[in-house]
């Protein structure tokens, strides 16, 4: 499976994103799908994650300002950030995992700054 992320910018806190994660390959193995960030000096950490039949996670930090969702061809993973904060300034990467591996994107770097 490949991942490619798009979607990331610069921001002024209480701005939104979207970002992408387009997938190719064997889409037909993916069981999940979730979106990772990871912060300068920093480790990466959970944001949210989505079962291929739609029951979503998320972390404590981004519960009520992020929205992960799959395309109706279930070939792309979203994520709709609002209310963005100076902290959530991090690169985002994709992921989905299958019965027998898991595929990182490339991440899109978002900035929250004013």
């Known amino acids: 499976v490949q991942l490619q992320a798009s979607g990331g910018g610069l921001v002024q806190p209480g701005g939104s994103l979207r970002l992408s994660c387009a997938a190719s390959g064997m889409i037909f193995s993916i069981t999940a799908w979730g979106w990772y960030r990871q912060a300068p000096g920093e480790e990466r950490e959970l944001v949210a994650t989505i079962t291929s039949g739609g029951s979503a996670n998320y972390a404590d930090s981004v519960k009520g300002r992020c929205t992960i969702s799959l395309g109706n061809a279930k070939n792309t993973l979203y994520l709709q950030m609002n209310s963005l904060k100076p902290e959530d300034t991090a690169v985002y990467y994709c992921?989905?995992?299958?019965?027998?591996?898991?595929?990182w994107g490339q991440g899109t770097q978002v900035t929250v700054s004013s």
């Open positions: 992921t989905v995992y299958t019965y027998v591996a898991n595929y």
